[in-house]
Structures are given as C-alpha cells and as structure tokens.
C-alpha cells in the first residue's frame, strides 16, 4: 500500500509537469545517444586495428629504373642486392620476429598493377619501372621499425612501408569523431541533470501543500523524497530506451545493411552483440544520474 501511495505520487508529478518530463526525456534521449555512438566507434576502431594488425605487412621495395632514393643510384636492384635482402631476412636478427615473407618480382608486381588500373596503362608504364617488393608479415607488427631500420639506406632498397601507416589517418579521424561524441554527450547530460533538477524543484513547489501535510503526520524525508526521485528516474528510463532503440536501429541498418556493402576495404564492423552490450550501459548512466540529480534537488528544496 506504501509503495503504491509513493508510485501515485510520482505519476501525478509526471502528469502535472508532462512539458518539463518531455524536454528531461528528449535532452536524456539526445545525450545517451552521442555516448552510445562514442563507445561503438571506439569498439570499430579497435576491431579494425585488431584485424589490420594480424594482416597488415611491412612491404620492403628494391629499386626501379626511376627510383630517386640514395640507395638507389645504380639503378635498378640486382639480383646479388635482392638476395642480400632475403638473406638479411632469414637472418637470426630478424627471422624471430617474421611469421611469413614473400618476394614479388618487378613483372609480376607489372601485371598486378596493370589488373587495377586497367590495361590501357601498359603503354605508359613499363616492367622495369615498377618495384619488386618483399612483403613481411610480422608476429608483431609493433615490430615494424625495426624492419624499417634494417633496410634504411641499404643498397638496392628504395624504401620500406607499413601498411598500418596507410590507416593511421582513418584511425585518426574515427578517434576526432568520437572524442567530438563524447563532448556533445558530456555537454548533453549536463542539460539534462540541469533540467532534471530543475524538474524536480518546480514538481516540488506544485505540491508544496502536500508536502507540509506529510510533514505534519510525520511522514520522513524519505517517503517524502522518494517520488520525486522516481519522476526524475522514469523520465531518464525513457529517454535512455529511446537512445538505445536507436543505437541498435542505427547498427542493424547503418552498419549491416549499409555500409558493410558499400565499403569493402573494411571487413570487420561492430554488430548487434556489441550494440546489446551499450545497452545496459546507456540505461544505467541515465538512471544512475537521474536518481542522483533527483536526490540532490529534493533534499536541497526541502531543507531550503
């Protein structure tokens, strides 16, 4: 019966001030939404760095005809420079930290080029000034400088290249974005415990009477509290459902059904599991600072 008076009270609050529970949901709605976002891009940021780790090789090209760098002033690499190199690869110094290597000769990189920008191009470019590559893939591909430092200014090599040096700035641009998320999410919330307070001070003026009724039957602080607590918590509840709906909406059709077949050179997205996973997280925020932003005003009004 208790819990029922207490209920009652609460959503006759929610009813006497639908205007201010409306603007608490949507600000906790808009909020809750940039923190969902924030953490499901930094989840496809470490995905994709995860997966570009394990693939992602350290491409070592030997000189062309039209190669500029110091070590290659006699031209084209030889065949004694080019196994100068895979010796030093299947050295004790490096083969540690080596899971496979390949070598590409300059034809066969000739014809790969010409299959991506089409055979038109076979008159403007020739065999001789493409690179022949060893490409390594590392154990750890941390490790990637040191391969780097093994080859700088050897004779025969034009240049060494990590493939994740490729990504960095997409890496980059997704981390701008979330840290951008997470500063409109921060500014959000702090609106929506502002207004939940507020909220909550003009619900309690509403029903001041009330109150100084409960006061004179000794009802405690805490009965007296309570509902108004529960009207900053229901508001919250909503707001973080609607955030979440859209989080997982914004996965399934967003992500799977968008962009998983319109950008091939990533192929690993986060999903509906870690979408399931922001959840609970989204929904405990909103009630955790609900509740506390609630308790505060309540008790503030009432010592007041």
Not at 211 to 233: D, H, Y
Not at 240 to 246: I, K, N
Request: glycine share 8%; aromatic share 8%.
């Amino acid at each position: 019966m208790r819990f029922g008076l207490i209920l009652g009270e609460a959503l006759t609050g929610l009813r006497r001030n639908a205007s201010m529970v409306i603007s608490v949901v949507l600000v906790t709605f808009v909020s809750l939404t940039f923190v969902g976002a924030a953490i499901l891009m930094q989840a496809q940021i470490g995905t994709m760095r995860a997966y570009w780790q394990d693939r992602a090789q350290v491409a070592i090209y030997m000189c062309s005809s039209v190669s500029t760098s110091p070590g290659c002033i006699g031209g084209t690499a030889t065949e004694d420079q080019i196994k100068a190199v895979q010796a030093e690869l299947d050295g004790s110094t490096l083969k540690p930290l080596i899971s496979q290597s390949s070598f590409q000769t300059a034809d066969q990189a000739y014809q790969e080029t010409l299959k991506l920008v089409g055979k038109d191009y076979a008159g403007v470019l020739t065999a001789d000034q493409v690179n022949a590559v060893f490409k390594v893939n590392l154990k750890d591909q941390t490790q990637s400088a040191v391969i780097a430092e093994a080859f700088s200014g050897v004779k025969g090599v034009d240049e060494v290249k990590d493939q994740l040096e490729y990504l960095d700035p997409l890496f980059n641009a997704l981390t701008v974005a979330t840290y951008i998320a997470v500063g409109i999410a921060v500014l959000m919330l702090i609106a929506a415990v502002l207004l939940i307070g507020t909220t909550i001070r003009l619900s309690a003026y509403a029903r001041r009477r009330e109150i100084g009724i409960m006061r004179l039957v000794g009802a405690s602080n805490r009965f007296i509290q309570t509902p108004f607590v529960l009207e900053g918590v229901f508001a919250a509840v909503i707001g973080s459902v609607l955030a979440s709906a859209v989080v997982l909406l914004g996965v399934h059709f967003g992500v799977q059904d968008y962009l998983t077949k319109r950008v091939s050179f990533i192929t690993t997205w986060v999903g509906l599991n870690e979408a399931m996973l922001v959840v609970p997280v989204l929904i405990g925020i909103g009630v955790i600072l609900a509740a506390l932003s609630a308790g505060f005003a309540i008790r503030r009004w009432l010592r007041a």
